[in-house]
């Protein structure tokens, strides 16, 4: 990834730009250069899981190592929330916006506010469903379907010594967020293409952990048989935990579990043995963020897409991976 070194505002009320950034020609010629350091208006889903915590917390310093005037609002999972933050950070001129949507729809109207104000938008972590997609410059975050699919592939393979069917259940995060959609769809992909694994029921949860205990206790009730749980976030998985241990099973034996994330306690019970398998999606994009804030004022071509990191971990990759976990 390109570094980018701060921009400062010269004597002369010139900008100065350090070196490493892009000349004249390869500037994005819509949006009007700032003459002091680049005010960014970041409207943030809410503080829900410990992975929302990271990403607030990768966005902020990485604003600050850049130099970036950050003007920062959590919406506390609410839409109408996240659109009246967009509309005052357009009414207060900042340079640009980004915003994690909290649901898929209903945002074609702000985001043409914004574009009319001339202000770029750029979506992080989570995506939108619209027909214009000319509406936001750059997306960045992970690939939901294939978290699903790989949580899927990886369950699935425990299994390979167990000659039936494998009845799973699944905790979902909040209706209508795209990581919700897509893990929903690429965990069923997968477990389709051998039908090995069936999914039998599913609950929202709605990321947390108290939503996933509760979810959870539901599915005990009303699930005769379940073998293993497919939680899309890391904290429904220790909610799960906590709900089958009350229900006298021993969570990732009795009942395996695949969660997604790969936040620090989500592989401290991976390492326990409590979960089986943990799908990274990393948190962390706020230098990514900024390169791209960046580049659209003073570098090369933005990308339309820029993909955050994936991996897979198990017991023994958890373990390694722990001392040195930034989140
Ligand atoms: O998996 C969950 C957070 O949008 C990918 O939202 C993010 C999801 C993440 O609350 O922990």
Redesign the pocket.
Known sequence: MRRRSFISLGAAGMCTVLAGCGSDEQRDSRWDVPSGPIVLGFSQ??S?????AA?TASIKKAAERNRVTLKFDNADGDQKKQIAAIQSYIATKVNVIAF?PVVETGWDPVLRQARDAGIPVVLT??LIETADESLYVSSI??E?SS?GNLAALYLENDYDEFSGHVNVVELR??PG???TRL?TEGFRETAYRHGKLRVMDSEPGN??VAGGEAAMKKLLRRVKRIDAVFA?????GLGAIKALQAAGKKPGTDVRIVT??A?RAGLKALADGKLNYVVE?S?EIGEQLMTVVIDLFFGADVQKRVESQKAVFDRNSAADALPDRTY
């Open positions: 889903v809410g829900e899981s410990g992975w929302r990403n994690s972590d989570r975050g992970a939901f978290e995060g909040t967020s795209s990581p893990r990321w947390t899309q976030n890391d904290d429904m997604v994330d936040t999606c948190p």
